[in-house]
């Protein structure tokens, strides 16, 4: 593999993070039929991809130009990577990411036959298509010129970006954190009511909310605050269970089905507010 410097080689990784990310949108949006952004950064970037294009590029360079070796070599690399990946986010965060417990011919629900017969093909296409344009591009006489700048630009935009990104998971991490905590309070200061729900996390602090509304039990201030808190919907939480429908987890598995309940609740009834308005609409025609 011909050496590449330090500038030229992060403006390929941009390309192939971007390549990726318009990749990830559209196998989205074919195999789950809706379109929502993904990846972890704000930006249309998905850097697994990025890596994963460059350790291909270095580690297979010899077989670059074949189709069947390539195909499988790309296939198990880039699942290597989605598997390490995946656990290490879960080390991390103390959750799964994305999870192909589902699929067939998984591995611990980290990676699956689909989706590295999938970085297969999008290795070949790479190989054979993606880098040589990628490579046209980056390393053309007409763009030298601009390539310390968009350098430098690019690297302090996803510099800001990962750290946003951080402090997003981190404070995710930190509300699952809360929200075990206040299910574990639940249950040992009503756990003994029989009215007391405690089949899973949302029922636990609905049924001790409507309690305290109807006066049947006194609660402090701050516990009706954070159960009032709690209730509402976590928009930092639910824009990533957006991006990452099939998370998991095991330590917060009770926290984390309650923001997917509440999250469903807010969809029916925006759902239930459009048909009404489409109802009253429709009368007054």
């Given at each position: 593999m011909p050496s590449i410097?330090?500038?030229?080689?992060?403006?390929?990784?941009?390309?192939?993070?971007?390549?990726?990310w318009i990749g990830e949108e559209i196998w989205v949006s074919v195999l789950y039929r809706k379109i929502e952004k993904r990846g972890m950064l704000h930006g249309p970037l998905c850097p697994i991809y990025g890596f994963g294009a460059l350790i291909i590029l270095f580690a297979i360079y010899p077989w670059r130009n074949?189709?069947?070796?390539?195909?499988?070599?790309?296939?198990?690399?880039?699942?290597?990577?989605?598997?390490?990946?995946?656990?290490?986010?879960e080390m991390i965060f103390h959750t799964k990411w994305w999870d192909y417990s589902g699929h067939k011919f998984n591995l611990n629900g980290r990676v699956c036959l689909l989706n590295s017969c999938a970085f297969g093909a999008g290795g070949v296409a790479f190989g054979h298509f993606l880098h040589p344009l990628a490579s046209d591009l980056v390393f053309s006489s007409g763009i030298q010129p601009f390539v310390?700048?968009?350098y430098y630009i690019f690297?302090?935009?996803?510099?800001?970006?990962?750290?946003?990104?951080?402090k997003r998971l981190v404070r995710f991490s930190e509300t699952m954190e809360k929200l075990k905590m206040l299910g574990e309070q639940l249950m040992e200061?009503?756990?003994?009511?029989?009215?007391?729900?405690?089949?899973?996390?949302?029922?636990?602090?609905?049924?001790?909310?409507?309690?305290?509304?109807?006066?049947?039990?006194?609660?402090?201030?701050?516990?009706?605050?954070?159960?009032?808190?709690?209730?509402?919907?976590?928009?930092n939480e639910e824009r990533l269970f957006r991006k990452f429908p099939t998370m998991s987890s095991r330590e917060y598995r009770l926290p984390l089905d309650h923001i997917k309940q509440t999250f469903r609740?807010?969809?029916?009834?925006?759902?239930?507010?459009?048909?009404?308005?489409?109802?009253?609409?429709?009368?007054q025609h």
């Open positions: 410097d330090t500038q030229h080689l992060f403006l390929l990784f941009i390309f192939y993070s971007f390549a990726g074949t189709w069947l070796r390539l195909f499988v070599a790309s296939a198990v690399l880039a699942s290597i990577l989605e598997y390490f990946s995946s656990w290490l986010l310390p700048a968009a690297s302090t935009i996803l510099g800001i970006d990962v750290l946003f990104t951080v200061k009503y756990g003994s009511e029989p009215w007391f729900r405690d089949a899973d996390l949302h029922a636990m602090i609905h049924s001790v909310k409507a309690r305290i509304e109807s006066g049947s039990i006194q609660a402090n201030e701050r516990l009706r605050q954070r159960l009032e808190k709690f209730s509402k919907r976590q928009r609740e807010s969809l029916e009834s925006k759902k239930a507010q459009k048909l009404q308005a489409a109802k009253k609409a429709e009368n």
